[in-house]
């Protein structure tokens, strides 16, 4: 099927993909045709993959197909050395080499991890993270300090749909599954003249969710609902330009009762909580390649959305026990952001230094606008008392960035970039706190690549990554009767990261073998820490960022796929981590205690502990075989450690393992799919919390200190069809 038009052209991967633990063809391919090129687009500069001298993971469409996954969060445990967590609907919050947020409630967050989609930045927002026509998901390991900044510490997720094609083509696909789960899509491609092209999607996922709230007599509280439609223009007036446009909308009015006070999916909750999020987006992309010097690309992005997110945080009803008290904490948010990014890239008449230095020069802006109302309310008999709080922050985010690619010999490579940032924060909230802040920052890195052979390659890198300060408007909103006590935990400076990485990727036996290895070593300076306070009075806990005064981090991953026979495909993914704390001195622990002569705080020194988040070990391997012409059979097992939930308390999640399974059934135009995943029905925990200091949540065994779990999917199984026409 011809494209008519893509500013960054992506290979579609019929075969196994290195870097993709599942992009398997799911028909026989002749063994010498070996395993198809996989481009990265998330570069200055379109890259093989296997060229790339950097620790990516990608998954293209049938990698996501066969995972039979709506939202990226049910494909991250297949990139090693990536986690999540919920707290919510979905995983909305990604970890990547041990660093990432976990949560949002009230404060502005700087997130580690940035999220791209078809150039529209939705860092922070990964309800948007729909799978729907999406041709190829690219995650980045390691500061992306050149090409993306301060979002982009940790790495970088980006995600492509596909571009229209000249031929009329489209597809239908239905799903049924256990828990109430259905969903139907449609796509729809072709061309209108000979420059323009157009494609346009739309999908609708339903799903009652897993958890039984008792108390309502419902099984939905929890359930998913979440419509998508996506469309792109493309056009190519000339043979030097190219245009294009993307327009995406996303409506999800989730729910959120997923906390038990007995740690079961059954709750008790008489006011279950929403996660919803209304998001217009879109973009305007350009090429232009019509002077012999440069090439100039252009992307203009924009995104509106609104979210509300808010829960029963006493998990039970009013009358479930005689101390028992019932409240609820909402909040809207409202984010609109546009970015611009304008970049020139050198020809082959323009290099530099004897024809041996090609070059990237752009410059880029982005304006995000934060509204928040959170609203707060404490029912006792038949009244309802709510209290508010409201703030707004406004960031703007310009820079300039270069990079150059020098040739040293026949097989070293030379590759330098940096980037120059500026950047304004203003806050306010309605307890009158202000605070503005300016910030000159820079990232960059330089890498050495060696081509061992022809299908070897070898690097080490150096690079160097940011993420700002911000302001804790939570702790006064909280404390504001005492804000002297708690000026300290205000503001937290910007935290700056070193990573030191080499590699070594390839092909190999008439390339049916592909494999990526890196390993890595991170310094991190004044690490942002996530830490959280209790107040008694009004039973809440706040959180808040501190600075640790440093962090090391090292590890190793590795992605692995072979094609065995004509018939049998294997692949396979590892990372190990030890992400550590150094020098942390945390006075909200809960293993903190008070002076018994004076009542002054006894600070905990948590150096040499785990970060949050940070388990020593993920693994995702599998195998698919085509049974005959026809028939296909897939079988997947992934697997983590235990890792800690918080860094201000010692509870973790248990060590896990998951098996899968897909059976598919092709013919000529459509096929129909029967998958199972969780087919052990294990028991695992993807979010955890410990209410301590005798302030539990549970008053009928007295709100004793203990943890509480946010359950992970349960055994499901269902049917996929799909028409193609």
């Not at 090409?147 to 790495?155: H, K, R, T």
């Not at 006011?271 to 090429?287: H, I, S, V, Y």
């Not at 409202?334 to 050198?346: F, G, H, I, P, V």
């Not at 708690?486 to 092909?507: I, P, Q, S, V």
Request: glycine residues 10%.
């Amino acid at each position: 099927m011809k494209k008519l038009f893509t500013i960054h052209p992506i290979a579609l991967s019929i075969g196994l993909i290195v870097g993709s633990p599942s992009g398997l063809a799911l028909a026989a391919e002749p063994m010498n045709r070996g395993l198809e090129e996989v481009v990265v687009t998330a570069q200055l500069r379109d890259t093989n993959l296997l060229d790339l001298p950097g620790s990516v993971s990608v998954m293209d469409a049938s990698s996501i197909e066969a995972r039979g996954a709506g939202n990226l969060d049910q494909l991250l445990n297949m990139a090693p050395n990536v986690n999540f967590s919920t707290g919510a609907s979905r995983g909305r919050f990604i970890q990547i080499r041990g660093i990432g947020e976990r949560s949002q409630f009230i404060d502005p967050v700087n997130p580690s991890v940035g999220l791209v989609i078809d150039g529209i930045d939705f860092t922070g927002l990964g309800l948007a993270a729909s799978t729907l026509d999406i041709e190829q998901i690219e995650i980045l390991r390691g500061p992306q300090g050149t090409l993306y900044g301060a979002n982009a510490l940790a790495g970088l997720v980006n995600m492509r749909s596909a571009a229209p094609t000249s031929e009329t083509t489209g597809k239908v696909s239905a799903e049924l599954s256990e828990y109430g789960g259905h969903s139907l899509s449609a796509i729809g491609s072709g061309s209108l003249t000979d420059q323009l092209g157009f494609r346009i999607a739309a999908s609708e996922r339903k799903s009652d969710g897993y958890m039984e709230n008792q108390y309502l007599g419902r099984d939905d509280t929890n359930n998913i609902d979440e419509s998508v439609l996506r469309g792109k223009l493309a056009y190519s007036p000339s043979d030097d330009l190219q245009l294009g446009l993307t327009l995406f909308y996303l409506d999800a009015d989730n729910g959120y009762d997923a906390f038990s006070l007995y740690n079961t999916r059954e709750t008790l909750s008489d006011k279950p909580g929403r996660d919803k999020q209304e998001t217009w987006a879109g973009a305007l992309t350009g090429q232009w390649s019509g002077n012999e010097n440069f090439t100039l690309e252009a992307t203009l992005s924009f995104a509106n959305s609104d979210t509300e997110y808010g829960y029963d945080e006493d998990w039970s009803y009013i009358g479930f026990h005689p101390w028992g008290y019932s409240q609820t904490d909402n909040y809207q948010r409202d984010k609109d952001n546009t970015s611009m990014d304008l970049r020139l890239l050198s020809t082959e008449a323009s290099k530099l230094f004897a024809g041996r230095t090609s070059w990237v020069l752009g410059v880029y802006h982005r304006h995000e606008q934060e509204d928040l109302l959170q609203a707060s309310g404490a029912t006792e008999g038949t009244i309802t008392e709510y209290s508010f709080f409201s703030s707004e922050f406004d960031t703007k985010n310009s820079a300039v960035y270069g990079q150059l690619n020098t040739t040293l010999t026949d097989t070293l490579n030379l590759i330098s970039g940096l980037r120059l940032e500026k950047r304004s924060a203003d806050y306010s909230d309605s307890y009158t706190t202000k605070a503005d802040s300016r910030e000159d920052l820079w990232g960059g890195n330089i890498t050495l690549e060696y081509h061992y052979s022809e299908d070897t390659l070898l690097y080490a890198t150096v690079s160097r990554g940011y993420k700002t300060g911000g302001v804790n408007g939570a702790i006064i909103a909280e404390f504001a009767d005492n804000v002297e006590a708690y000026r300290e935990m205000f503001e937290f400076d910007t935290e700056h990261l070193l990573n030191y990485e080499l590699g070594a990727k390839g092909n190999w036996l008439d390339n049916r073998l592909q494999a990526q290895l890196a390993a890595f070593y991170q310094d991190r300076n004044d690490v942002q820490a996530k830490q959280s306070l209790f107040n008694p009075e009004s039973k809440k806990f706040r959180e808040y960022l501190g600075n640790a005064a440093g962090g090391k981090t090292f590890g190793f991953e590795a992605e692995i796929n072979f094609q065995a026979t004509e018939t049998v495909r294997l692949f396979a993914s590892a990372g190990w981590l030890n992400a550590e704390f150094e020098n942390f001195i945390s006075s909200t622990h809960v293993d903190t205690k008070k002076d018994e002569e004076t009542g002054t705080v006894l600070p905990v020194n948590l150096d040499g502990r785990d970060v949050a988040h940070a388990p020593s070990y993920q693994f995702f391997t599998g195998t698919e075989i085509d049974l005959s012409a026809h028939w296909v059979l897939r079988l997947e097992l992934e697997g983590k450690d235990e890792f800690f939930f918080s860094n201000s308390h010692n509870e973790k999640s248990t060590a896990y393992e998951l098996l899968n399974a897909r059976l598919t059934y092709r013919a000529d135009s459509w096929e129909v799919s029967l998958w199972g995943r969780n087919l052990t029905n294990e028991d695992y925990y993807t979010r955890g919390f410990y209410f301590s200091n005798e302030y539990g949540n549970n008053p009928a065994n007295f709100y004793a200190p203990e943890p509480y779990y946010q359950q992970g999917e349960p055994r499901i199984a269902g049917v996929t069809g799909t028409y193609t026409f």
